[in-house]
C-alpha cells in the first residue's frame, strides 16, 4: 500500500464547501507492507467525505452482517441532513444529537445493493455519499 500524506498552514476550516474544495499539497508517500490481509475491510469513503470534514465514529468495519440491527454515527459538519440508503431506497434519516447525526436500523438482507451513509448541504436538493458499507 502507499499512504499519501497531506498537509497545510492552519487556517479556519471551510466545512461542506463540495464547489470548492480545500487543497492539500502531498508532502510526503509512504510504502506500507502488510503482513496479511484483514478480514474485516474498513468502508469506503467518498471524496464528499473528505471535503465535508466528516469524521466517522461507528461502524468502522466496512463489512456488515445482513439483516442485523446496526448503529451509525458521525459528525458532518454544515450537513442539513444524513440519512442510510439502501441502493435508491432510503431506510431512514439520521438524528442529530450534540454534534453528531445517529441511528440505528436494521440492515437489509444479503445481495442488495451496498448501503451508503449520505449527507445533504445548504442550497443542494442532491445527497451526496459519503461512506459505504458492504452486507454480508
Not at 36 to 63: I, M, N, V, W
Not at 90 to 101: A, D, N, Q, S, T
Not at 108 to 131: E, H, I, M
Request: hydrophobic share 35%; glycine share 8%.
Amino acid at each position: 500500500y502507499s499512504l499519501h500524506v497531506y498537509a497545510r498552514k492552519r487556517q479556519p476550516t471551510v466545512q461542506g464547501n463540495l464547489k470548492d474544495p480545500v487543497r492539500y499539497p502531498g508532502i510526503s508517500v509512504i510504502s506500507v507492507t502488510g503482513l496479511r490481509r484483514s478480514p474485516y475491510p474498513y468502508p469506503k469513503t467518498f471524496a464528499s467525505f473528505q471535503r465535508a470534514g466528516a469524521e466517522l465514529s461507528e461502524p468502522f468495519d466496512g463489512l456488515l452482517k445482513s439483516e442485523s440491527k446496526q448503529r451509525f454515527r458521525l459528525r458532518v459538519p454544515e450537513a442539513e441532513e444524513v440519512a442510510v440508503f439502501s441502493g435508491q431506497d432510503l431506510l431512514v434519516r439520521m438524528e442529530l444529537k450534540r454534534g453528531y447525526f445517529e441511528t440505528t436500523v436494521r440492515l437489509p438482507p444479503k445481495g442488495t445493493a451496498p448501503l451508503q451513509v449520505c449527507g445533504r448541504f445548504a442550497q443542494d436538493s442532491r445527497y451526496w455519499g459519503l461512506v459505504q458499507y458492504e452486507l454480508r
